[in-house]
C-alpha cells in the first residue's frame, strides 16, 4: 500500500503534467493569429504568452478552482485514485489532439476524464450532476459568444476603421495593437486555465488531509502558474499551423487576429471572474470563424470546421472511456 503522502505527491505531479500539456497545447491560441498576421516573430510570441500565462492566475482569483473542485465529483466521495484517473483520461486525448493538430479543450477533456473516474468508481450518483450541468453549459455557451463577439468586432472594424484608413495603413495598426490583444488572451487563459490545475491540486490535499474544506492555498497558484507558462512556452506548432493557415482559405489579416484575440480576452475574462470553467481553445477558434464569416462564410475552410467540431463533440465521451480504463489500471497495480 502506498504511503498517503508519497500518493498525493504522485497525483500532484500528474496534475501539473496535465497543467504543463495545458500550456502547450493551448499556446496557440493566443499565439497562431499574431504568427501568421506576422505582428511577431514566433520565439517572441510565444515568449510573450509563457510570461502572460504565468501572471494570468494571480490577477482574477481563484472562483474556477473552487468550481472544478467541488462541482463535478461529490466531496464526500473523492479520492486520489479517482481525480488522478480523471486526469490521465484527460492527458490522454489531449496528446492524441495534439499530435493530430486539432484545437481540443483541455477543459472539456479534464470534465470528461473527472465524469469517467466517478462513473466507473461510484456509479451513476459518482458525479454531481447539477455541478455538471452549470459547467458544460458555461463550455458550451462561450464558443458562441466568441463567434459574435469576433463577428461584431471585424464587422465594426471593417466598417468604421479599415474603410476609413485603407487597408495597408489598418494593417500596420493592427499589427501593432495584435502584440497587446495576444497578451491579453494569454493573460486570461491563465488566469482560468491554470485555476482548474489548482482545484485538482486542492482535491489531492484535501482529501490526504482529510479536510472538510477545499482551500486554494498560495503555493498552488505559484506551481500551476509556474507550470502552464513552462508547458506555453514549448508551443504547439501542429495546432498554430491549424488556426493561423488552415481555418480560412485566405489568410489571416492583422484586423481579423486582433478581433479574435479581443472577443477571446473578453470572454475567458469575464469568465473568469464569474467562475466558470471556460475553454479558451474553443473560443478562439470560434472567434477566428466569425472574423472570416465577416467576409463571407465562402472562405472558410468548412473541412477543417467539420474536423474541429467533431473533435470538440468526442473530448469528453472520449476522455470519460479513457479516465475510466486508467482507474481500473490503477486499481490492478494496488493504488
Not at 209 to 220: A, F, N, S, T
Not at 295 to 311: E, P, R, S
Amino acid at each position: 500500500m502506498i504511503d498517503p503522502f508519497v500518493l498525493m505527491v504522485i497525483a500532484i505531479i500528474v496534475a501539473l503534467i496535465f497543467d504543463v500539456m495545458n500550456g502547450s497545447n493551448d499556446a496557440a491560441n493566443s499565439v497562431a493569429t499574431v504568427i501568421y498576421t506576422k505582428a511577431l516573430p514566433p520565439s517572441v510570441a510565444i515568449g510573450i504568452a509563457a510570461i502572460m500565462n504565468i501572471v494570468g492566475p494571480f490577477l482574477l482569483g481563484t472562483a474556477v478552482a473552487q468550481v472544478i473542485a467541488t462541482s463535478i465529483i461529490p466531496t464526500e466521495a473523492l479520492t486520489i485514485k479517482i481525480v488522478m484517473a480523471g486526469l490521465m483520461g484527460a492527458i490522454i486525448w489531449d496528446v492524441f489532439a495534439w499530435l493530430k493538430g486539432l484545437p481540443v479543450s483541455s477543459s472539456h477533456a479534464l470534465i470528461g476524464g473527472l465524469v469517467g473516474s466517478g462513473i466507473i468508481a461510484l456509479g451513476i450518483f459518482g458525479v454531481t450532476w447539477g455541478g455538471l450541468i452549470k459547467v458544460v453549459m458555461a463550455l458550451f455557451i462561450s464558443p458562441i459568444v466568441g463567434i459574435i463577439l469576433g463577428l461584431v468586432i471585424m464587422f465594426f472594424l471593417g466598417r468604421y476603421v479599415i474603410s476609413h484608413l485603407g487597408h495597408d495603413k489598418s494593417n500596420s495598426i493592427f499589427k501593432t495593437l495584435q502584440i497587446l490583444s495576444s497578451a491579453s488572451v494569454s493573460l486570461s487563459h491563465g488566469s482560468n486555465d491554470a485555476q482548474k490545475t489548482m482545484g485538482i491540486i486542492a482535491m489531492f490535499v484535501a482529501v490526504t488531509y482529510g479536510y472538510d474544506q477545499i482551500v486554494i492555498k498560495p503555493w498552488m497558484i505559484i506551481v500551476c502558474a509556474l507550470a502552464i507558462g513552462f508547458g506555453t512556452a514549448f508551443g504547439g506548432w501542429r495546432i498554430i499551423q491549424t488556426l493561423g493557415e488552415r481555418l480560412s482559405s485566405q489568410e489571416l489579416s492583422p484586423s481579423q487576429g486582433f478581433a479574435a484575440e479581443t472577443g477571446t480576452a473578453i470572454t475567458i475574462a469575464v469568465g473568469s471572474h464569474l467562475g466558470a470553467p471556460i475553454s479558451t481553445t474553443h473560443v478562439l477558434s470560434s472567434s477566428v470563424i466569425g472574423t472570416v464569416m465577416a467576409g463571407g462564410t465562402g472562405v472558410l475552410n468548412k473541412n477543417v470546421v467539420v474536423q474541429i467540431l467533431m473533435a470538440w463533440g468526442l473530448t469528453i465521451p472520449v476522455a470519460a472511456l479513457a479516465a475510466a480504463g486508467s482507474y481500473l489500471i490503477l486499481t490492478l497495480v494496488g493504488i
